[in-house]
């Protein structure tokens, strides 16, 4: 199949033109929100604690995500898609806020967690703690926080939780049958694939390559941030990224790094960094008609 990134685009829009395409498709893309919707119903100590994990403004905050998902009602977008960090903490303030004005919205909605989504005060971060508080995540992700996938007029989009910066071998399977479909695909996932054109950015900002499949860590920087060594399936799921081998995936929208960035990469596709909604990011991903 064919289609063709139109990279004049902004910040906070991209144009992809695919062949086939019925109509346009417009999906909005909010990422790294970092909502502080925590009650007391857990306790004055867990208040305290998911305010304190990102210092952040919660009037502000819940004022910029209102704005933007009023955005996407207005412009009546084909879907809004999530990729993480949308509340700090799995906690019930949170998550009760996120799905109530989620299932509001007039268009369908595709989430994946970020690392800060399943995050829960006064629980370390680590696998373990994301399996724990995975339950939770099923009302937002018609049963499956892992993986889901969502068609819109042939157009598969692909929605993979890679929070811990590894890929399973269960989502490596699904997005491999996926892709084989043969239909034009977005893959939406938290944490950006590496690609040496945006290392520079995330380090000066970060400190640390925090990108999946990542070169060049320093091993204490490692430590600290909790970034294993890619597994098997993770690196496998890279290069099958990269060798596109049936020519259908357009393209990987992510957050993560809180700035926008986008280059192209493997065989046609292009990664999208959007801006952290908490700094009024966004991107608006128009699919057209190839012409």
Known sequence: MKFNHLLASSDKQAIIEVEGLARPLTIFHLTDCHLNETDDREGAGALVESIRAYGLDALDTRHRFERA?????EHAVDCVALTGDAVNGATLGNLDYLTGRLEALQ???LYTPGNHDWEYPFEP???????GQYPKFDRLTKGDPAFRALTLQGVDLLAVDNSTYQ???EQLSFVEKRLAGGAPTLLFMHIPIYVP????DVVKDWSSPIMMAAEGWDPEQQARWKVADATPATRAFYDLLMVNPHGNLM???????????ADAFGRGSCQYVTQAGFAGGYRI???????
């Open 107 to 109: 268009a369908p909605y």
């Open 285 to 291: 991903v128009r699919l057209v008609p190839l012409r």
């Open 197 to 200: 054109s945006l290392l520079g």
């Open 69 to 73: 998902l009023a955005y996407a009602d």
């Open 167 to 169: 890929i399973t071998d």
């Open 251 to 261: 393209g990987v929208c992510c957050g993560h790094v809180h700035f926008a960035h």
């Open 125 to 131: 971060w680590s696998e373990e703690t994301r399996k």
